[in-house]
C-alpha cells in the first residue's frame, strides 16, 4: 500500500492536527485510520477543543428539560445532570428526533411542535450493487465513493466500495423490476424460490466485499415517510422510534434508474446485478442519508425550528444537524449539513455580539 509522508492540514489556514495523504483502502465508511478523512475530530471537534470546550465521548443523553427559571437540564444515561442556558442537539437525525420525543413526552419539553417526526426525508433513495463475476476480483483499492453521475435530471448516483460492509452478504438478493410494491414481492420471492442455490452461492460468495460495488441512488424530488414513538416490535416493554408513510408523497422503495444503473454496470464490468432484500422482498424505503424530521420552518405549525435553528416555545434550545433539514437534497448531505451548521454559528455569534443580555454559555455548564 502506498504510503504518504504526514503533512500540515490544508484547511482553517493550517489550524489543525497533521494529516497524511489517502492510502486509497475504500475504508472511508468505517472510518479512516490514517487521518486523511475529514472527520470531526480533526476539525471541528479538535478546533473547539483547543477553544476550551470540553468533549466528553461515550455519553449517552436521555432527555432535556427546560428549567422554570430559565435554561436547561441535560439528563445522561449515567444519571448525571448538567446545567446549561442554551443547549445545541446535535445527535443526527435519529437520535435528536428521538431525544426531543421522549423529552416532550415526560413532559419536559412541552412546547415542542407537533410537527416533530413530520417531514422525514429518505433522500428519496433506493441502493442497488453489483458482484463481481471474477471471485479474485479487487475492487477496494480508493476512497469509498470515487465516481458519481447524473443519468436524469433529479437523479444522482454515486458508485460505493464497501469496506467492512458484511451484512450485505445477507441483505443481497435477485434484481427484481416493479413499480407496485406487492407485486414487486411477490416477483422477488418467486426469483429467490426459483434458484435458492444461486442464492445462497451469493450469500456465500468468495472476497465477496472486494467484488462488491453499491450505487447510491438519490433524488431531489418531494416525498416523505414520518418517525413517531411507538412499542418496540422486539422489546414491547420499549417506546422506540418507528418509521410510518407520511402525509405526503411516499418515499420510494424501487428507483427503475437505480435498477438500470446496476443492470448496465453488471453487464459491462462482467457481475451480478442485485437490490437489498428490504426494497424488493420488504417494500422498505432504505436510505443511507435520513434527512428531516425536526425540520426548519415558518412557525410551529410548519416546522420544529424557526431560521436560526431555535426550538420553537424553547428559546435557546438549538438543533443543528440533519433534522434540521426539511427536503431531500438528493446528494451525499454531509456539506449541506456543514453549511448549515456554519449559518448557525456565524448568526448565533453576531446575535452574541449585537446583545450583551444574550446568554452567555453553549453546552453543559
Ligand atoms: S481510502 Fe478513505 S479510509 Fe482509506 S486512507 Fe483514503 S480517506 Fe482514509
Not at 108 to 115: D, E, G, I, Q
Not at 293 to 303: C, E, F, K, L, R
Request: proline share 7%; with cysteine; aromatic share 6%.
Amino acid at each position: 500500500m502506498r504510503r504518504a509522508s504526514p503533512s500540515p492540514t490544508p484547511f482553517f489556514d493550517g489550524e489543525g492536527p497533521v494529516r497524511t495523504g489517502c492510502r486509497r483502502c475504500g475504508a472511508c465508511l468505517i472510518g479512516c485510520p490514517y487521518g486523511s478523512k475529514n472527520t470531526l475530530d480533526l476539525n471541528y471537534l479538535w478546533l473547539a477543543e483547543r477553544r476550551g470546550a470540553r468533549i466528553r465521548p461515550e455519553t449517552r443523553v436521555e432527555t432535556v428539560a427546560a428549567m422554570p427559571e430559565g435554561g436547561y437540564e441535560v439528563h445522561t444515561a449515567d444519571g448525571e445532570v448538567l446545567r446549561a442556558a442554551e443547549v445545541v442537539l446535535a445527535a443526527g437525525v435519529l437520535g435528536t428526533v428521538e431525544l426531543l420525543f421522549r423529552s416532550r413526552e415526560q413532559g419536559l419539553l412541552p412546547h415542542v411542535s407537533p410537527r416533530l417526526g413530520h417531514g422525514v426525508r429518505t433522500n428519496s433513495e433506493a441502493i442497488t450493487a453489483v458482484l463481481a463475476d471474477d471471485p479474485d476480483a479487487d475492487l477496494t483499492r480508493g476512497p469509498t465513493i470515487s465516481s458519481e453521475f447524473y443519468p436524469d435530471e433529479a437523479t444522482h448516483v454515486t458508485q460505493n466500495r464497501y469496506v467492512g460492509g458484511w451484512h450485505m452478504r445477507l441483505q443481497l438478493g435477485p434484481l427484481v423490476d416493479g413499480e407496485v410494491p406487492a407485486r414487486r414481492r411477490r416477483a422477488a420471492l418467486a426469483e429467490l424460490g426459483r434458484h435458492p442455490f444461486r442464492q445462497l452461492r451469493l450469500m456465500t460468495a468468495r472476497n465477496f466485499i472486494e467484488r462488491l460495488s453499491v450505487f447510491t441512488v438519490m433524488q431531489n424530488v418531494e416525498n416523505e415517510i414520518r418517525l413517531v414513538m411507538d412499542r418496540s416490535p422486539v422489546t414491547p416493554w420499549r417506546r422506540v422510534l418507528r418509521s410510518r408513510t407520511g402525509g405526503g408523497a411516499p418515499a420510494p422503495s424501487y428507483l427503475p434508474q437505480a435498477n438500470e444503473v446496476a443492470r448496465r454496470f453488471a453487464e459491462s464490468a462482467g457481475g451480478r446485478p442485485l437490490n437489498l432484500l428490504l426494497e424488493s422482498v420488504g417494500g422498505k424505503s432504505i436510505t443511507a442519508h435520513v434527512l428531516g424530521g425536526a425540520a426548519m420552518g415558518a412557525d410551529a405549525s410548519d416546522g420544529v425550528i424557526d431560521t436560526d435553528h431555535q426550538v420553537f416555545g424553547h428559546p435557546g434550545l438549538y438543533v443543528v444537524d440533519g433534522s434540521s433539514i426539511p427536503a431531500n437534497v438528493g446528494v451525499n448531505p454531509s456539506l449541506t449539513i456543514t453549511a448549515m451548521a456554519e449559518r448557525f454559528a456565524a448568526r448565533y455569534r453576531a446575535r452574541r455580539t449585537s446583545s450583551p443580555d444574550h446568554a452567555s454559555s453553549i453546552g453543559a455548564q
